[in-house]
């Protein structure tokens, strides 16, 4: 038995206190294997993005414990934490998250200029990443000048320029129509079978979350484990 | 993040956005334009006077006078006549015409010599010759310049008088060149003139002297220096035919100390000399005050440029505020993907002392620039008459020490947009919408 990439052990999350104190997680527990592709589901405000957040080391969870490859991430360092999140993370936002008026390229070897990677390997690693994603041709064009899938492929390019294990992908398709969406899909399916990069991705698309080996449901804030691939077919209630 | 990676973003990020980033750095030029021409014209005018007085070759001198009648001013009523006093006289060797002042006698040039820390005194005469004549080309006034013996002369020509010098010796003022028909300063050097001078009994008398050295013009008097041999022989002259036994009176001497006396040395001659009744000064004394009001009015010109920088400062803050504002998704997203908060600070700081850097070095820039036109159109019109003045003058130093100084007080100013940046949590930045 493989100890898991990441491992979370009953965590739990609450934000504000008194009155406010609002519960985001309630006690969750999730084995991520290195290779496997997982899906987060859940409604919005389910506490599904807050676990996402705690699996990527962007938050530290208020009970419970997050290992990552078997180590508690509260004995990491800050500047492990920080080395992780650099080289073994790499994430994918709906809002994409891109410096308007930066060119693809610099946007891309962002996280290389964070790790201190010299100009000349910045530019020849960036420029890999984007002809994996074929945005080569508009690797100096600004991000801002970008269509909304050629935007998130290189969000997707900037993710892949470290060679991370583990890609998070919070509602990758969110703001693209369907057909875009499904190329940005096959993209990150692709990545996860062919490189073997972990892929966990928080969605409410059923369809998106039906592609994965594996689908974990949150409903307000712990894991609905009455839920079955079936029960996604024929969901209660409406369903964005 | 690599060091230089730091630099080139946040000189990057400084360019986002232009116009704000222009005009923080319009507020920052005004202050360091200001600080750099009022330090500009500290350096001119102090070593204008530095240049005039040359303070370092009279040191080693105190001018001497007697102390004004102490019984005068004290009592209401004029002093009870003492015949063992002073003389005193109310024309010539200095005085104001008709008024009357405590004169020098050999008597008191013996105890100024006598007090301890004086090496030697000579009594101050002053020669009133008629005219200066060269080679026959027609006679001119001739002002002398008493105090010349004193000072180091800003020479365009020549060597510096020599008091020790058995030859009778002048420095001519640049403005008798073309009168005498000299064609450059050069030429005049070693040059016998004639001076004019009428005897006691009122016989012209012409005595000849040797110029070694042409002078520029200077605000201490336009007159010709004479050494003092030639002092002495023209003075001689004049005293020619005077009465047996009538007393000599000096309206001030000047003595000599020894050039290595400290400060302290220094206020005890002068305090020794006091108790004597004798007021002295030394050179630095005289120009002292004078320097004092300039640095007086140089100070408060900097105030005024300090208010301004701290006005910029606020502009910086504002502006990086601002920017942080709009930047805190980006920080969010670069603090996901592992940089650290000193590197965040890092690099708002950065950007800070760049724009303080940019306004500083463009508002120098533009002063010297601006400065330098002004002084020499200056130089041309209303100082014409003090040649050598450049009423703003640039020294590199001073002008590192403002740039500096602005970069500092930019780094300072975001440091409080820095730390709220490099404070951000990165899952509220990237939820901020």
Request: hydrophobic residues 40%; glycine residues 8%; proline residues 0%.
């Given at each position: 038995m493989t100890v898991p990439v990441l491992s979370a052990q009953n965590i739990g999350k609450s934000y504000g206190s008194?009155?406010?104190?609002?519960?985001?997680?309630k006690g969750v527990s999730v084995d991520i294997r290195a290779g496997e592709s997982v899906a987060i589901v859940g409604k919005s405000g389910s506490g599904k993005s807050t676990l996402m957040h705690l699996l990527a080391l962007l938050d530290d969870p208020d009970s419970g414990a997050l290992l990552v490859e078997g180590t508690d991430a509260k004995k990491l360092k800050g500047k492990e934490v920080n080395r992780l999140r650099n080289q073994d993370f790499g994430f994918v936002f709906q809002q994409f998250f891109l410096t308007a008026n930066a060119s693809v390229l610099e946007n891309v070897v962002l996280p290389l200029k964070i790790a201190g990677v010299s100009p000349k390997a910045r530019r020849a690693r960036g420029m890999k990443a984007l002809e994996q994603l074929e945005l080569a041709d508009k690797a100096k064009n600004k991000a801002m000048n970008l269509s909304g899938g050629q935007k998130q492929r290189a969000v997707i390019a900037r993710a892949l320029v470290n060679n991370p294990k583990v890609i998070f992908a919070d509602e990758p398709t969110g703001n693209l129509d369907t057909a875009t969406g499904a190329v940005v899909e096959d993209i990150l399916f692709s990545l996860n079978k062919d490189k073997g990069i972990t892929l966990i991705i928080v969605t409410h698309d059923i369809d998106l979350a039906a592609r994965c080996d594996r689908q974990i449901f949150i409903r307000d804030g712990i894991?609905?484990?009455?839920?079955s691939p079936e029960a996604i077919s024929k969901p209660e209630g409406a369903r964005a | 993040m690599k060091f230089v990676d730091i630099i080139t973003s946040a000189i990057a990020n400084s360019f986002r956005s232009k116009l704000r980033t222009g005009l923080t750095v319009i507020a920052i030029f005004i202050g360091a334009f200001t600080l750099t021409i009022t330090s500009g014209i500290g350096t001119g005018v102090t070593s204008y006077i530095n240049s005039q007085v040359s303070a370092i070759g009279a040191a080693d001198v105190l001018t001497v006078s007697k102390t004004d009648d102490a019984a005068a001013t004290e009592s209401d009523g004029p002093a009870a006549y003492d015949p063992e006093k002073a003389t005193t006289i109310s024309l010539g060797n200095g005085s104001r015409p008709g008024s009357t002042i405590q004169a020098l006698t050999d008597a008191d040039l013996d105890t100024i010599k006598a007090t301890s820390g004086i090496l030697g005194v000579d009594p101050a005469v002053q020669v009133t010759p008629d005219f200066i004549e060269y080679d026959g080309s027609g006679k001119f006034e001739l002002t002398v310049n008493a105090p010349a013996t004193l000072t180091t002369a800003d020479l365009a020509a020549g060597a510096q008088l020599d008091n020790e010098s058995a030859t009778d010796q002048l420095l001519l003022p640049t403005t008798y060149l073309d009168a005498l028909g000299f064609s450059t300063p050069e030429s005049a050097i070693g040059q016998t003139v004639s001076i004019g001078i009428t005897d006691f009994a009122g016989t012209p008398q012409q005595v000849p002297a040797t110029i070694v050295g042409v002078q520029n013009e200077t605000i201490l008097g336009a007159g010709a220096g004479l050494n003092q041999p030639l002092t002495d022989r023209l003075h001689d002259v004049e005293l020619a035919g005077t009465p047996a036994g009538a007393p000599q009176s000096y309206a001030s001497a000047t003595a000599r100390f020894d050039l290595d006396a400290s400060d302290e040395e220094i206020v005890a001659i002068k305090a020794d000399l006091a108790d004597q009744g004798y007021a002295s000064q030394t050179v630095a004394d005289q120009i002292g005050s004078f320097e004092t009001v300039i640095n007086v009015i140089i100070g408060v010109l900097n105030a005024f440029a300090v208010i301004a920088l701290i006005a910029a400062g606020f502009g910086i803050i504002n502006t990086l505020l601002m920017s942080v504002q709009e930047r805190t998704r980006e920080i969010g997203l670069m603090k996901a993907m592992g940089m650290n908060g000193g590197r965040v600070y890092a690099l708002f700081s950065t950007e800070a002392v760049f724009i303080g850097f940019l306004g500083s070095a463009l508002g120098a820039l533009v002063a010297v620039g601006v400065g330098s036109v002004i002084s020499n159109i200056l130089a041309t019109t209303v100082f014409e008459n003090l040649p050598g003045l450049q009423v703003v003058q640039f020294a590199p130093s001073s002008i590192a020490i403002i740039i500096g100084v602005v970069m500092l007080i930019a780094f300072l100013a975001g440091t409080l947009p820095a730390r709220a940046a490099a404070r951000q949590n990165p899952i509220d930045a990237l939820r901020y919408e």
């Open positions: 008194g009155a406010n104190r609002f519960d985001a997680l894991e609905d484990v009455t839920r | -």
